[in-house]
């Protein structure tokens, strides 16, 4: 009876946690039999909120807040408003194996099942009056996903029994343990707690195990390790370990352009060398800013994953998929970048860091749940394909259009049959062939979750240009050439809008194509020959041999032209 009554007090006092931290948040599930703790816990004074079974306010599940002191309510939202009181929620006792001090609250939750995922918000003003009150506007959110671990199950030994030994032991079982997640993709901190007393009869002991389907993919740019990232998949999570033999930073994005990536950059803190990780976003080759809302959880790097000796910086994190920054339909494209010189202020994960000292592009393949693959190169390269957009994209806006005004301005008399086919072949085959290329390297440039045309002012003023003003200007020159009268002798109104808007393209070209400069942090010799080129084109070509040398061509009969004609 002595060991029936210490088996029963082993189990339960055995139990198992889960956690998860995000920015200022971290969520922790405790298992003891059938009893479920959730306890939520934030940096900040004010409150801690926590949506299960959701990526958004839109469709959270359960949505638990807690005020400072532990004032608990479960409330409900369906989109960006203050969520309604329901209920309030008792809270218990935060166990010791997960507190961390600060605001922390702990509530009985059922039905978490093997794992779920959540939002998250804190705020840092304390809200007034009880638990059914309103409160501010969170300072920080994100998203997660937790994997529940499961209290062991111990096997209680029989009482010692008349039968001969051999046969107890032929009747005795081996515990089976039930797989939840695999080694190689560790999601959350877990672990087993609990004291055990010893008896003269042997106690079977049970284990968590990990053991599910996953894809993985991992990709190193050299061997000499100065970026490498391991890349795994299971059927809610990516989990992402980069690591670097550089000392300063290493950061991994999305796409293979800085403009409107999710960037993930991280570094060693002073203090024991512990990780600061942050996830940034940038309109272009500047800085990197850190992104308010943050969809990452950085864990524990998987004790399966053995990394090279020369190791200097390394994390491991998570994403759900269902914030679609990788694919599970193809390969992905990334970018990285390194770099041995360490950040201004290592131990705040907003500071500025210096300027990567190597980058490039690549691609990882997490699509089929059970293969294991070896990430690319990017066939044509991040800088390739920026500088063929750049490229093309400056021959059909920066020559070729200067190039057909000034044969329909200056030509028409001396070409007079064949200065129109010269003119729109120019403007059609030229510069619409050539921008249709320079969109298709856009095009290969953006990576999944990457917005088109909106990522920057030069995306923005460019598809404006591209596909608005010259689509309009094309039509109506043929317009206008339809409507062509040799006996004319005034210039009429569209002909008249056809030229201004062919200013007007040319104007916003050069604005599109500075900004371009700017974006991608061209050099100043770059910037100062590309403006020289329009100069000399303008003052010279136009000025001195179009106006002086050549003179404009007239749009009316000739007897019928006076000093007030129109010309274009």
């Known amino acids: ?25 971290c969520v922790s599930v405790t298992q003891s039999g059938s009893s479920s703790l959730l306890t939520m816990q934030s940096g900040m004074d004010g409150y801690v909120a926590i949506g299960i079974g959701g990526s958004s306010m839109r469709d959270a599940g359960n949505l638990f807040v807690c005020f400072g002191g532990c004032a608990c309510s479960q409330r409900s939202v369906g989109g ?27 509530i009985q939750v059922d039905g978490l099942g093997s794992g779920f995922g959540y939002i998250w918000a804190v705020g840092a003003s304390r809200p007034a009056g009880s638990a059914s009150g309103d409160f501010g506007f969170h300072n920080e959110r994100g998203t ?23 046969s107890r032991a032929a009747d ?230 200067f190039a057909g005004i000034f044969v329909a301005r200056y030509m028409k008399q001396r070409w007079e049959k064949s200065w129109y086919a010269i003119h729109w072949c120019l403007m059609l085959f030229g510069t619409g062939a050539l921008t249709v290329a320079g969109l298709v390297a856009v095009e290969v440039n953006l990576g999944d979750g990457v917005a088109r045309f909106t990522k920057s002012s030069h995306a923005v003023t460019g598809a404006v240009l591209a596909l608005g003003v010259y689509p309009a200007q094309v039509i109506l020159g043929f317009v206008i050439n339809a409507l062509f009268d040799v006996e004319r002798v005034s210039v009429p109104w569209w002909d008249h809008l056809h030229a201004w808007l062919g200013r007007l393209s040319g104007l916003l070209a050069l604005v599109v194509m500075q900004l371009g400069l700017s974006l991608y942090g061209s050099s100043v010799g770059i910037v100062v020959g590309f403006w020289v080129w329009i100069v000399v084109v303008l003052v010279v070509g136009f000025g001195y041999f179009g106006e002086r040398v050549l003179g404009a061509s007239q749009h009316v009969v000739e007897e019928a032209a006076s000093a007030d004609s129109f010309k274009v």
């Open 1 to 25: 009876m002595l060991v029936l009554l210490l088996v029963t007090m082993l189990i339960a006092s055995v139990s198992a946690q889960s956690t998860s931290c995000s920015g200022s948040f």
């Open 172 to 401: 005795a079982e081996a515990p089976t343990a039930s797989s939840a997640s695999s080694a190689s993709a560790i999601r959350t901190s877990t672990r087993a707690t609990g004291t055990a007393t010893g008896t003269a009869t042997a106690l079977a002991t049970a284990t968590v195990a990990a053991s599910a389907q996953q894809a993985s993919s991992k990709y190193c740019a050299d061997s000499k390790g100065s970026f490498c990232v391991s890349a795994s998949r299971s059927s809610e999570l990516i989990t992402f370990t980069v690591y670097s033999s550089l000392k300063g930073w290493v950061g991994i994005g999305t796409g293979s352009l800085m403009a409107g990536s999710t960037m993930f950059v991280g570094w060693n803190n002073v203090a024991g060398n512990a990780p600061v990780v942050s996830q940034r976003s940038s309109s272009g080759h500047v800085m990197p800013t850190t992104d308010s809302a943050s969809v990452f959880t950085l864990i524990e790097t998987p004790k399966s994953l053995s990394l090279p000796a020369n190791t200097a910086v390394s994390f491991t994190f998570t994403v759900p998929i269902s914030a679609k920054l990788v694919s599970t339909t193809g390969p992905s494209q990334f970018m990285y970048g390194v770099s041995d010189s360490a950040p201004t202020s290592p131990s705040n994960p907003s500071s500025p860091f210096p300027q990567h000292s190597s980058f490039g592009a690549f691609t990882l393949d997490v699509l089929q749940l059970g293969l294991e693959t070896t990430g690319d190169v990017q066939a044509i390269t991040q800088s390739t394909l920026i500088f063929a957009h750049s490229l093309v994209m400056f021959i059909a806006w920066g020559v070729l259009p």
């Open 80 to 106: 960006h408003y203050m969520p309604v009181f329901n209920s309030a929620v008792s809270t218990v006792s935060t166990p010791a194996s997960v507190s961390r001090g600060g605001l922390e609250c702990t």
């Open 144 to 166: 997660g996903f937790l994997q529940v671990a499961q209290a062991p199950v111990l096997a209680a030994p029989s009482l010692p029994s008349s039968e001969p030994s051999s």
